[in-house]
């Protein structure tokens, strides 16, 4: 299937793990050049010896924290270097906090909202006058189930991820008429089978993690609650299957979706 990739120049943040990880190498079996974006110097090198190995065209690693106002313009200076913007997938995020708000500390609530939307906010808004001028181009916004129905445990984190959906929602009405689409790839819990998709930055590293790390100071009852069944069975989705939508979400044979929070939760929310 020709998704109209190659040679494309796609920006993606959180690129060194999990769900980041992933797109980025399906990115590169599609012949895209390729800026990936992360904290994880040693995961980033690990990422760009792969993506070529998979078939990128180019692939320039960024070091950067995504919570730093100035970091989306060394993006872009790095991604422009490789040809114009035709896709940028904003898929980094995570949460400082956990625990149900009425116990939750307001210090913590900024950085939820600032990795999971303001970080959207930001590098959208730093490729937006090149897509507009060029009246082309893709946004990917990585949002989650719980942006829909909420996540025991994580309401500052789910609130950032329910504006996420929002902002896509939105930005697809102004923007059809300039020719850039925005849509949103909403995924429940995710891992991947691979133990280098963990880099240090990762939530689920399991030695620097904090999802790892919170969780295991939970009560069994506590998890309980934030367990959905999804009907595959399955409690999590791999991150390859949650890739392969973002990767057609950019591609010319979504051409004629925008505005869309596209599910992958196993049925979880049915």
Same mark, same amino acid.
């Given at each position: 299937?020709?998704?109209?990739? @190659?040679? +494309?120049?796609?920006?993606?943040?959180?690129?060194?793990?999990?769900?980041?990880?992933?797109?980025?190498?399906?990115?590169?079996?599609?012949?895209?050049?390729?800026?990936?974006?992360?904290?994880?110097?040693?995961?980033?090198?690990?990422?760009? %010896?792969?993506?070529?190995?998979?078939?990128?065209?180019?692939?320039?690693?960024?070091?950067?924290?995504?919570?730093?106002?100035?970091?989306?313009?060394?993006?872009?200076?790095?991604?422009?270097?490789? #040809?114009?913007?035709?896709?940028?997938?904003?898929?980094?995020?995570?949460?400082?906090?956990?625990?149900?708000?009425? !116990?939750?500390?307001?210090?913590?609530?900024?950085? !939820?909202?600032?990795?999971?939307?303001? %970080?959207?906010?930001?590098?959208? *808004?730093?490729?937006?006058?090149?897509?507009?001028?060029? +009246?082309?181009?893709?946004?990917?916004?990585? #949002?989650?189930?719980?942006?829909?129905?909420? !996540?025991?445990?994580?309401?500052?984190?789910?609130? @950032?991820? @329910?504006?996420? *959906?929002? =902002?896509?929602?939105?930005?697809? +009405?102004?923007?059809?008429? *300039?020719?850039?689409?925005?849509?949103?790839?909403?995924?429940?819990?995710?891992?991947?089978?691979?133990? !280098?998709?963990?880099?240090?930055?990762?939530?689920?590293?399991?030695?620097? #993690?904090?999802?790892?790390?919170? =969780?295991?100071?939970?009560?069994?009852?506590? +998890?309980?609650?934030?367990?959905?069944?999804?009907?595959?069975?399955?409690?999590?989705?791999?991150?390859?299957?949650?890739?392969?939508?973002?990767?057609?979400?950019?591609?010319?044979?979504?051409?004629?979706?925008?505005?869309?929070?596209?599910?992958?939760? #196993?049925?979880?929310?049915?």
């Amino acid at each position: 299937m020709d998704t109209g990739l @190659a040679s +494309k120049t796609v920006i993606i943040t959180g690129a060194t793990a999990n769900i980041g990880r992933a797109i980025a190498l399906d990115f590169a079996a599609e012949g895209a050049k390729i800026v990936a974006v992360g904290r994880d110097l040693e995961a980033g090198a690990r990422l760009i %010896t792969l993506a070529m190995e998979r078939g990128a065209e180019a692939v320039e690693f960024v070091a950067a924290d995504m919570t730093d106002p100035e970091a989306p313009a060394r993006i872009l200076t790095a991604a422009e270097a490789l #040809g114009p913007v035709a896709v940028l997938v904003n898929n980094v995020g995570g949460n400082v906090g956990m625990g149900v708000f009425a !116990d939750s500390d307001p210090a913590t609530w900024a950085g !939820d909202i600032d990795i999971n939307l303001g %970080t959207v906010l930001r590098m959208t *808004h730093a490729v937006l006058p090149g897509m507009i001028e060029r +009246k082309a181009g893709a946004i990917v916004n990585m #949002g989650s189930t719980a942006g829909i129905v909420g !996540d025991y445990m994580l309401p500052v984190y789910s609130a @950032a991820k @329910a504006a996420v *959906h929002g =902002f896509t929602t939105i930005l697809a +009405k102004e923007l059809g008429q *300039h020719g850039i689409r925005v849509n949103c790839v909403a995924p429940y819990g995710t891992m991947s089978a691979d133990p !280098d998709a963990y880099s240090k930055g990762s939530r689920f590293n399991r030695e620097t #993690g904090f999802m790892m790390t919170a =969780f295991a100071d939970v009560p069994a009852s506590e +998890k309980a609650k934030r367990a959905r069944n999804p009907i595959l069975g399955r409690p999590v989705a791999m991150a390859e299957e949650v890739s392969s939508a973002v990767i057609y979400l950019a591609s010319a044979r979504a051409s004629y979706m925008t505005g869309q929070i596209v599910q992958v939760d #196993g049925g979880s929310l049915l």
